[in-house]
Nanobody
Framework: QVQLVESGGGKVQAGGSLNLSCAAT????????AGWFRQAPGKEREFVAA????????YYSDSVKGRFTISRDNAKNTVYLQMNSLKPEDTAVYYC?????????????????????WGQGTQVTVSS
């Protein structure tokens, strides 16, 4: 079992930045792939970014590429999402997710149902 707790959300003006953290407890987090997803009111949960267990490979949705950066510190059992140049359309609840590392193709890391473990979410609100 892995427990995930997100933090770092809040309210920011357009163009601002936030850094989300996802702290993991339980199993050895370094053996898990991790991802960030978000869900806006009335919309489905969507992929934002993912990172392989070793941290060397990262993937992003087209809507955040170039603005967001996912990283991890396995010594601290933590995954981060640095969000820059925020836009009002980035407003959502952001969720951290994790699943046992595997050789799955990158496209699968974009799927909600690929992840067994989820945090409770942290609200990000971007005002115009």
């Amino acid at each position: 079992q892995v427990q995930l707790v997100e933090s770092g959300g809040g309210k920011v003006q357009a163009g601002g930045s936030l850094n989300l953290s996802c702290a993991a407890t339980g199993r050895t987090f370094s053996s898990y792939d991790a991802g960030w997803f978000r869900q806006a009111p009335g919309k489905e949960r969507e992929f934002v970014a993912a990172i392989r267990w070793g941290g060397g490979l990262t993937y992003y949705s087209d809507s955040v590429k170039g603005r967001f950066t996912i990283s991890r510190d396995n010594a601290k059992n933590t995954v981060y999402l640095q969000m820059n140049s925020l836009k009002p359309e980035d407003t959502a609840v952001y969720y951290c997710a994790a699943d046992r590392a595997s050789t799955r193709v990158p496209s699968l890391l974009r799927r909600v149902n690929e992840y067994d473990y989820w945090g409770q979410g942290t609200q990000v609100t971007v005002s115009s």
